[in-house]
């Protein structure tokens, strides 16, 4: 940006919401695509919850660290266009899958790829746009949601019945069913998106809008491979041997990994308890122990834990700055919780919406269209605004950012409740309206609340660090759980309102999050002006030195 040409940031965040919007379509198009896998795969609901959240999180989680890390130490365009070009190549290869493994790794291929476009978009924002308008461009930004979760729904199911109708008494091209042909007809825009990032988007300075721009990292990708290296053993413990920690940290480390084993074990074994044989369905088998996807769902999430349990660790050992301001901050920790639990609701709610649809309404492929209009049309309008009246309860009140959360996710919950238990097509529709105007209001206020807590260069990892709440446990078990309870009851409906019943939770740590949310935010200035100082102090220090001059 120049100052003589000031438009050119609203520029920028508009074709950052596009890439957010093309990030949602490609993750949730299994949604609508959800009958017709159901139908040719035979899978589960539970397995569906697997497709529609576990698969994709874990790897988005995974790598969303050392992505980050990237994003504040290398070009956060490139990063952003790279990732842009492999999960939507991944998207289309979703296409060519012929059964349930193939796919569930072509959506690990999406969570890998998407990983990287947040940090490094949220970064790129903080440089282009004050702290002022921090949570309204945030909020803006956040419109990509439901932009791209709304044209999943329009755009997929337009696809699938355009294609059946096209080749119902023809052979179909490379025998393609209709749902094939979406994944492949959402993904190949992606890539050629991706060369108008590279073409359109300037890298800013960094930290430009701020008192003290951060020293360039000389090593950005050894730095990512080095944070990507700290999760997984054995370079976990090579990491910790290098930093010279203490026994009592190995020790933690093995405690970790106990812990991870015994979360497999068990919950496994509960999980196909309650299953009849149906529902329990077996992907293979190896040394004659039954692969379920109830083993695959809990060793997803152990995964996930651990090595994200790795990370906090060589973070609290090895980068003081990121252990006060995130990982050993309990403000954070608070506002990490509080949003694992919305999106534990949201997911689980929105998971499941056309399948519900069409099951227990009777609702046609014709039905995602509009579904997808309300969703982009509600939930766009709701993020907008959610933007301006945050940042409004903001400056009315230090605090006004949580209360206003609190507030729009107890609406978002009545009205999800009305919309799960009505009988009527009408009141299904307006509830489902209401509830998609309300459900993102947490995006931006919370995002916003995660940036003002840090210093400039560990924004991408902040919001890396905030994002694994909602990822791991939010999409990684609200679907399932909904999925699992579903297959277990027989009733859709139930699973859906028990994944509701969170909301006290998410308000609880809203509430401890404020009482710790001022003395927060006052750390992270004291250590911006420490780096301040310190900045100064070398300036001043390298222009006294003698300097040799020519004669």
């Known amino acids: 940006?120049?100052?003589?040409?000031?438009?050119?940031?609203?520029?920028?965040?508009?074709i950052l919401t596009l890439i957010y919007a093309f990030s949602y379509v490609d993750r949730q198009i299994v949604t609508i695509l959800a009958p017709y896998l159901k139908k040719d795969m035979g899978i589960s609901d539970a397995q569906l919850g697997l497709l529609y959240g576990t698969s994709f999180a874990l790897f988005y989680c995974v790598f969303g660290i050392p992505?980050?890390?990237l994003a504040d130490g290398w070009s956060r365009v490139r990063t952003l266009a790279l990732g842009l070009s492999f999960w939507s190549l991944m998207t289309a290869l979703s296409g060519?899958?012929?059964?349930?493994?193939q796919l569930g790794v072509a959506r690990i291929g999406v969570g890998v790829g998407e990983a990287s476009a947040t940090p490094a978009a949220v970064s790129l924002l903080g440089d282009y746009f004050e702290r002022a308008r921090r949570g309204t461009v945030l909020a803006l930004y956040s419109v990509g949601v439901y932009v791209g979760a709304g044209a999943s729904l329009a755009v997929g199911g337009s696809i699938v019945s355009a294609?059946?109708?096209?080749?119902?008494?023809?052979p179909a091209p490379f025998g393609l069913t209709g749902w094939q042909a979406s994944f492949i007809g959402v993904g190949v825009p992606g890539l050629v998106f991706a060369l108008v990032v590279l073409l359109t988007i300037k890298?800013?300075?960094?930290?430009?809008?701020?008192?003290?721009?951060p020293k360039?990292?000389?090593?950005?990708?050894?730095?990512?491979?080095?944070?990507?290296?700290a999760m997984v053993p054995p370079w976990s413990w090579l990491h910790l041997r290098a930093a010279g920690a203490p026994r009592r940290e190995y020790v933690k480390n093995v405690a970790y990994l106990l812990f991870a084993i015994v979360l497999i074990v068990f919950a496994t074994w509960g999980t196909n308890h309650v299953l009849s044989a149906k529902h329990k369905a077996e992907i293979g088998s190896v040394f004659g122990l039954s692969i379920t996807s109830n083993l695959v769902q809990w060793l997803a999430i152990a995964v996930a834990v651990y090595v994200c349990s790795n990370w906090f660790q060589a973070t609290r050992l090895g980068d003081p700055s990121a252990h006060r301001l995130i990982t050993g901050s309990r403000t954070f920790a608070a506002v990490t919780v509080a949003g694992a639990f919305l999106a534990f609701a949201m997911n689980a709610?929105?998971?499941?919406?056309?399948?519900?649809?069409s099951r227990s309404l009777g609702l046609t492929a014709e039905a995602g269209l509009r579904l997808g209009i309300i969703a982009i049309i509600a939930g766009g309008l709701g993020i907008t605004v959610s933007g301006y009246l945050c940042d409004y309860a903001k400056r009315r009140h230090p605090l006004g950012r949580l209360y206003f959360v609190c507030c729009t996710a107890t609406i978002f919950t009545a009205a999800s409740v009305v919309q799960y238990l009505t009988h009527s097509v009408a009141v299904f529709y307006g509830a489902y309206a209401v509830a998609t105007f309300f459900v993102p209001m947490w995006f931006g206020p919370l995002q916003a609340t995660t940036q003002d807590l840090v210093i400039p260069r560990l924004r991408g990892t902040a919001f890396a660090a905030f994002s694994l709440g909602p990822n791991i446990f939010g999409l990684g078990l609200g679907p399932y759980c909904v999925g699992l309870i579903s297959d277990a009851t027989g009733d859709l409906r139930m699973a859906i309102l028990c994944a509701l019943g969170v909301l006290p939770i998410s308000v609880f740590f809203l509430i401890a999050a404020s009482r710790s949310l001022l003395k927060g935010e006052a750390t992270a200035l004291a250590e911006l002006e420490e780096v301040d100082s310190q900045f100064v102090d070398e300036e001043t220090l390298a222009l006294s030195e003698p300097r040799l001059t020519h004669p």
């Open 349 to 357: 709610v929105n998971g499941f919406v056309f399948v519900y649809a």
């Open 203 to 213: 890298e800013p300075v960094r930290g430009r809008l701020d008192a003290v721009a």
């Open 216 to 229: 360039k990292d000389p090593h950005p990708f050894a730095h990512a491979m080095r944070d990507l290296g």
């Open 1 to 14: 940006m120049t100052p003589e040409r000031p438009w050119y940031r609203w520029y920028v965040l508009f």
């Open 163 to 170: 294609w059946e109708h096209a080749y119902k008494n023809v």
């Open 67 to 69: 992505l980050a890390r």
């Open 96 to 101: 060519l899958s012929r059964n349930f493994t």
